[in-house]
């Protein structure tokens, strides 16, 4: 925490692992399997008399639970705040009158917190009305434009313990993810989701040396540019390529890791009911045995929650390739490393 006499010198956040070099997050997950083998015989006291606040604007059971054990393991407490339900409604825009819900606004909330906590974490989902305004992602960027402590993203436009908790995972089982092929794949779901783990997937694959394929209905599932040149980017550094097909079966073919995410497509934000058709159409996109039979013996994942036998057919999601389980355990283990590097720790 910060007190009113403190220099003030910006912290660093964890808005988007843009920000974050590939060394320097190799380096969280080299922290995480130490953290993750020594759990049950280490004792760590590496968050001992400190607190961190987790404000949720949107509902949890992975995520809330992994930050709130994984403090508590490091000897820290975790306060849960979530705004408009046991905490006030939070008015995140500059130089508004606030004469609707918000009782408070962010920046007295990020202020307050900073002189209570050592680090405030955040989930805010896009509003799904105008892309062009949800990829401001303008909730965290205010918690970190006002907060004196290092803010970290729970899942906005992008979910980056997520892709760490995958990328974990996949150097478990493959050693070496360079070189190696990755598909992200959209698959059907009723209503139309968050790009923000498929957009963090796509960049933390190519970050970490796969090459990508994104398979996806049409060319208006594509994600946003942002990523998809960051990722473009990384992988022309390495020498390796993005590929975007709507060609299932091609897609599908020699992969080592099968990536399932629903989205919505960005340019029917606030238009729904026009995307609802084509969306609908594509409900072979589920990921299933015929077409992991395709892959290189690949590995099956998703972040969790996913609906069975709408996203992935039960023999996928509870098959011996499937590591839906290890990613999400591995949540707890890469926010660990996490927290402790933003309060000066490891590395
Ligand atoms: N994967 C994930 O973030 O899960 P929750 O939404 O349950 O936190």
Same mark, same amino acid.
């Given at each position: 925490? %910060? ?5 003030? %010198?910006?912290?660093? @956040?964890?808005?988007?692992? #843009? ?9 969280? +997950? ?14 760590? &006291? ?16 992975? !995520? ?40 408070? *606004?962010?920046?007295?909330? =990020? ?17 799904? &009305? ?14 970190? $434009? ?9 899942? !906005? ?15 478990? $089982?493959? /050693? ?6 990755? +598909?992200? %794949?959209?698959?059907? @779901? ?32 594509? #994600? ?5 040149? =960051?990722? $473009?980017?990384?992988?022309?550094? &390495? /020498? ?5 097909? @709507?060609?299932?079966?091609? =897609?599908?073919? /020699? ?10 497509? #960005? ?8 995307? $609802?058709?084509?969306?609908?159409? *594509? ?11 395709? %892959? ?5 994942? *998703? ?8 996203? =992935? ?19 707890? *283990? ?14």
């Amino acid at each position: 925490m %910060t007190t009113s006499t403190a220099q003030t %010198t910006p912290p660093r @956040h964890f808005l988007s692992t #843009l920000d974050w070099s590939r060394s320097e997050l190799e380096s969280l +997950l080299t922290d995480a399997r130490e953290l993750k083998a020594n759990r049950r015989t280490i004792a760590r &006291q590496d968050l001992a008399g400190k607190s961190v606040a987790l404000v949720f604007f949107n509902p949890s059971l992975r !995520t809330r639970s992994s930050f709130e054990i994984g403090v508590f393991e490091m000897g820290g407490h975790a306060v849960v705040l979530e705004p408009g339900k046991g905490a006030w409604p939070i008015e995140y825009r500059d130089g508004v009158v606030m004469d609707a819900e918000a009782e408070e *606004h962010v920046e007295e909330v =990020a202020r307050v917190l900073s002189r209570y906590c050592d680090i405030i974490a955040v989930r805010a989902f896009p509003k799904f &009305q105008r892309w062009e305004d949800d990829r401001e992602d303008l909730v965290i960027r205010q918690f970190a $434009k006002y907060a004196t402590v290092p803010v970290l993203n729970m899942e !906005t436009i992008t979910h980056p313990c997520q892709e760490l908790a995958l990328m974990l995972a996949l150097k478990e $089982k493959l /050693g070496t993810t360079d070189g190696k092929k990755f +598909l992200l %794949t959209w698959t059907y @779901h009723p209503r139309p989701l968050n790009t923000a783990v498929a957009n963090s997937a796509l960049i933390a694959a190519a970050k970490f040396g796969f090459d990508v394929t994104l398979l996806c209905p049409t060319p208006e599932y594509v #994600l946003d540019s942002r990523y998809m040149d =960051a990722a $473009k980017n990384f992988a022309a550094e &390495q /020498g390796r390529s993005i590929t975007v097909t @709507h060609d299932v079966d091609a =897609a599908y073919a /020699g992969a080592n890791v099968v990536y399932a995410k629903s989205w919505g497509a #960005l340019p029917y934000f606030g238009r729904w009911e026009e995307e $609802k058709p084509i969306r609908d159409a *594509h409900k072979h996109f589920i990921v299933d045995e015929r077409k992991m039979a395709l %892959t290189d013996n690949g590995y099956f994942s *998703h972040c969790l929650p996913m609906r069975r036998n709408v996203k =992935a057919t039960d023999a996928v999601t509870s098959g011996p390739r499937s590591l839906v389980i290890e990613e999400a355990e591995n949540r707890l *283990h890469v926010q660990k490393a996490l927290l402790r590097r933003l309060v000066g720790l490891g590395g």
